[in-house]
C-alpha cells in the first residue's frame, strides 16, 4: 500500500470521528502548551537575571574589605583597602582596562522643603563606564574635580524625581550633610536590582565623600573591569597575590579582602535557572505522557471497532507491516497535529503570562523543536502497541469479528 494512500485512509479515519479524534488530541495538545509555556517561563527568568547582572557591568571583579564568610561571620578588617590599593592595582596588573574605587554610606539629602534618605557614592568618572551608567541629563565630574574634592554630584533618576520632580535639576544646589552640592549631571534609569537600587542615589568625586561627607580614610569597594572576560580569572589571581603583598599578610594566613568574580555570578546564576527550567519543563512533560496514555486507549478502541475491516484488508492482500503503517500514521497524525495547536497554544499562554505579570517570558527555538519532536514521540511509541496488534489480527477470525 502507497504512504500517501495510507495517509489518506488515516486521515479519512479521523475526520469520521472528529469528537473523539479532537479528545485524543487534546492531552497533547495541553501537555505541548505546558511544556512551552513553563520553558519560556524559564528562559525569560534566565534572560531577566542575566541582563541584571551584566546590568552591573561586563568582564567585572569587585574587591571589598574583609574576608569570606564563614559560618556567618566576617573574617579580616572592614578598613583594609586604601587609595594605596587602587593606585597599585591600577598601575601594576597589565590586564586591568579600568578601576573605580568607591566609598558609600546614607545620608540625608535635602533640596529645600523636598528630601530624601538615599545613599551617597563616592567614586570616578570610570565608574559609570564600568558599570554602565549613561547620563540623561548634564555632565559627570572630570578628574580635576575628583583631585581638588569639588563639590559637585550626579543624581540617580529616582533621587531626582523625589527631590526635583520634572524639573529640570541641573544646576540646582542640594544639601549633603549640611554641605551643599551643585547638581551637574542625571542617571539614566537602570531599574531596580533586587539587592541594590542604582537609581536611587548621588555620586559625587571620591575625595570629596571620604572628607567632607562620610568621612573616612578607608574604601569599600574596588571595581575592576579586566580587558576581556578570558583574563578575568588571570587579573583576580594578580590583584589577590598584590594585595596580600601590601597588606603583610603571611603565607598561610586568611586575607583580609575578597575578590568576587562576576563569571562565577554569572555561572551561578545560570545553574539555577537552569535548574528552575528543567524542573517546570519535568512537570509541564508529565501531561505528555498523560496525552500519549490517552492516544493508545483511543488507538485500541479504534483497533476493536475496525477489526472486520481489519479481516477484509488482510483478505484482499494487504500484509502485516501496511496494517501496521495505517494505525501508527493515524497515532502520529494525531499527536503530531495535537502539537501544532499545542504549540499555539503555548505561544499564547506565554504571552498572557507575560502580559498580565511581571515575569517575562521567552520562547526559544530549540523549545518548540523539542516540543514537536517529543509530541511526534509519543505518537510513535504509544501508537505502536495498538498498531502491532492490529496487523498480528488473524485475517478468518478478523472477518467473523461482529
Same mark, same amino acid.
Request: hydrophobic share 45%; proline share 2%; aromatic share 6%.
Given at each position: 500500500m502507497?504512504?500517501?494512500?495510507i ?18 488530541m ?7 502548551? $505546558?511544556?512551552?509555556?513553563?520553558l519560556?517561563?524559564?528562559?525569560g527568568?534566565?534572560h ?10 561586563t568582564n ?7 574576608g ?5 561571620v566576617?573574617?579580616?578588617s ?14 601594576s ?10 566609598v558609600r554610606?546614607?545620608a540625608q ?7 530624601? /534618605? ?10 559609570? $563606564? ?8 548634564g ?7 575628583e /583631585? ?11 533621587v ?14 542640594i544639601r549633603?550633610?549640611?554641605?551643599n552640592?551643585?547638581?551637574?549631571g542625571?542617571?539614566?534609569?537602570k531599574? /531596580?536590582?533586587?539587592?541594590f ?10 575625595l570629596?565623600a ?9 574604601l569599600?569597594?574596588?571595581?575592576v573591569?579586566a ?5 578575568l ?20 594566613? /586568611? ?12 555561572e ?12 517546570l ?8 505522557l ?8 483511543i ?12 479481516g477484509v484488508?488482510?483478505?484482499i ?9 495505517q ?6 497524525l494525531?499527536?503530531g497535529l495535537?502539537?501544532?495547536?499545542g504549540?499555539v497554544?503555548?505561544f ?6 507575560s ?10 527555538t ?10 511526534g ?9 495498538p498498531?502491532r496488534r ?5 485475517p478468518?477470525?478478523?472477518?467473523r469479528?461482529?
Amino acid at each position: 500500500m502507497l504512504l500517501w494512500t495510507i495517509i489518506k485512509v488515516a486521515l479519512g479515519s479521523l475526520l469520521a470521528n472528529k469528537m473523539r479524534s479532537f479528545l485524543a488530541m487534546l492531552g497533547i495538545i495541553i501537555g505541548v502548551g $505546558a511544556v512551552i509555556s513553563m520553558l519560556a517561563l524559564g528562559a525569560g527568568a534566565r534572560h531577566q537575571v542575566m541582563n541584571r547582572i551584566t546590568a552591573m557591568g561586563t568582564n567585572l571583579l569587585v574587591v571589598r574589605p574583609g574576608g569570606a564568610q564563614r559560618r556567618g561571620v566576617q573574617s579580616g578588617s572592614r578598613e583594609s583597602l586604601t587609595l594605596g590599593d587602587a593606585e597599585a592595582v591600577l598601575q601594576s596588573v597589565p590586564d586591568v582596562q579600568a578601576l573605580a574605587p568607591l566609598v558609600r554610606g546614607r545620608a540625608q539629602v535635602k533640596y529645600f522643603n523636598a528630601n530624601t /534618605d538615599t545613599t551617597i557614592a563616592g567614586t570616578s568618572l570610570s565608574y559609570l $563606564a564600568i558599570r554602565g551608567f549613561e547620563l540623561a541629563k548634564g555632565r559627570a565630574f572630570t578628574s580635576v574635580e575628583e /583631585d581638588y574634592a569639588a563639590r559637585v554630584a550626579v543624581l540617580g533618576s529616582a533621587v531626582s524625581t523625589q527631590l526635583f520632580g520634572e524639573r529640570d535639576p541641573v544646576g540646582e544646589r542640594i544639601r549633603v550633610k549640611n554641605v551643599n552640592f551643585r547638581v551637574i549631571g542625571v542617571l539614566k534609569a537602570k531599574g /531596580d536590582q533586587g539587592w541594590f537600587n542604582p537609581d536611587d542615589m548621588v555620586m559625587v568625586p571620591y575625595l570629596t565623600a571620604m572628607r567632607r561627607v562620610l568621612g573616612q580614610p578607608y574604601l569599600d569597594e574596588l571595581d575592576v573591569q579586566a580587558q576581556d572576560a578570558a583574563t578575568l580569572a588571570r587579573v583576580e589571581t594578580q590583584i589577590t597575590s598584590l594585595l596580600r603583598k601590601r597588606h603583610r599578610i603571611r603565607a598561610g594566613a /586568611d586575607d583580609d579582602f575578597h575578590v568576587r568574580n562576576q563569571a562565577e555570578l554569572i555561572e551561578m546564576a545560570s545553574t539555577v535557572t537552569r535548574t528552575f527550567t528543567i524542573l517546570l519543563g519535568g512537570i509541564a512533560g508529565i501531561s505528555l505522557l498523560v496525552g500519549g496514555i490517552g492516544i493508545m486507549n483511543i488507538m485500541l478502541v479504534t483497533v476493536t471497532e475496525r477489526t472486520r475491516e481489519i479481516g477484509v484488508r488482510k483478505a484482499i492482500g494487504a500484509r502485516d507491516r501496511d496494517v501496521l503503517s495505517q494505525f501508527l500514521i493515524e497515532s502520529i497524525l494525531i499527536s503530531g497535529l495535537g502539537g501544532i495547536l499545542g504549540i499555539v497554544l503555548g505561544f499564547g499562554v506565554a504571552g498572557i503570562l507575560s502580559g498580565l505579570s511581571d515575569y517575562q517570558t521567552v520562547v526559544e527555538t530549540q523549545s518548540v523543536i523539542l516540543a514537536l519532536a517529543v509530541s511526534g514521540s509519543v505518537g510513535v511509541f504509544f501508537g505502536y502497541y495498538p498498531a502491532r496488534r492490529a496487523a498480528r489480527l488473524d485475517p478468518i477470525v478478523a472477518l467473523r469479528y461482529e
